[in-house]
């Protein structure tokens, strides 16, 4: 039995479908311990003193009245308050949250049990049973997504002949309006396209049909370059974007620039001027395959392990 190492997961993805069928959160556990000691106390004494006296004196018929008055007051008040506070907190956090692969692990047992996995390792196994939307799993060959490579690669050499002096020294007039310059300057524009999103397409080759898997460069970021790993054998898991069951049907590789036709035939008008230069001396590839022929998979991958 091996034990399988991911080179790729899409995180992303992981994550939205557990929390469809896990549940939609990593575990978080807040313990919290207080501790509030209040002592109070009041004192309060009041004394209060009253004298009073009054005299009256009333005489015949005229109304003469003598009061004299005297009174006297006596008032205190005293207050006493003491207060005394002991204030005790703990707050102690314990988190567990679970690593992408083991998170990843548990999601696929689970899928495993449902019965949501079609699984393709088989060598007489067919895509005939395949579908949009199915989930699989398969064995193959990593390859060289050959058209972002060849473009890559072209990118480079074009860069070190000098173009402006390649264009000083062949006069490709009769060829049509473009120069090496321009050349250059379009196949960095379509490199960029093809790049777009932070994403980036690698093939799988398995013994009865090819896939091309749309890989997150975010989820790969262990790794400088990925094809240090093209021709070793890996296993893939993912979800199906389409199935090309005919032979005489394909996956375009240049599907994201939105204008498959267009930018074909814009690198087909490249190679009159290349075949100058690869007779001349300056080598430089002259081909760009643009289609991957059915039987054949579109693939969002999960997961590729080694």
């Known amino acids: 039995m091996s034990l399988l190492s991911p080179i790729y997961l899409n995180q ?60 006297c007051y006596n008032y205190e008040d005293s ?6 506070k002991n204030y005790d907190r703990n707050d102690i956090t314990i988190k567990r949250a679970y690593s992408t692969f083991l998170y990843y692990n548990i999601l696929k047992r689970a899928m495993i049990d449902l019965n949501l996995i079609k699984n393709l390792n088989n060598n007489q196994a067919s895509i005939d049973d395949i579908f949009n939307g199915d989930y699989v799993e398969f064995n193959g ?113 240049l599907r994201k620039t939105g204008l498959t036709e267009y930018y074909k035939s814009l690198l087909n008008s490249f190679k009159p001027y290349f075949k100058v230069l690869n007779d001349n001396g300056f080598s430089i590839p002259r081909e760009f395959i643009t289609e991957i022929y059915g039987p054949a998979l579109e693939i969002v991958p999960i997961s590729i392990c080694i």
Request: overall charge neutral; aromatic content about 8%.
């Open 141 to 253: 060959s990593l390859k060289i997504n050959s058209l972002s490579n060849t473009i890559d690669n072209c990118i480079l050499i074009l860069t070190n002949y000098d173009p402006s002096s390649l264009d000083k020294q062949f006069n490709n007039s009769n060829l049509g309006p473009l120069t090496y310059t321009s050349i250059l300057e379009l196949l960095k524009s379509m490199q960029k396209l093809l790049i777009k999103g932070n994403t980036l397409e690698v093939l799988v080759k398995s013994n009865s049909f090819s896939s091309i898997l749309s890989l997150n460069t975010n989820y790969t970021s262990k790794f400088s370059y990925i094809y240090d790993l093209e021709a070793c054998n890996c296993t893939v898991f993912g979800k199906v974007a389409s199935v090309i069951k005919s032979s005489k049907e394909n996956i375009s590789e």
């Open 12 to 71: 992303d993805m992981i994550q939205d479908i557990s929390s469809i069928l896990i549940n939609g959160y990593f575990e978080s556990i807040t313990i919290r311990k207080v501790n509030d000691n209040t002592y109070t106390g009041k004192y309060q004494n009041n004394n209060k003193g009253q004298h009073s006296e009054d005299y009256k004196n009333t005489k015949g018929d005229k109304d003469d009245s003598t009061t004299i008055g005297k009174s």
């Open 79 to 84: 207050l006493k308050y003491l207060e005394s």
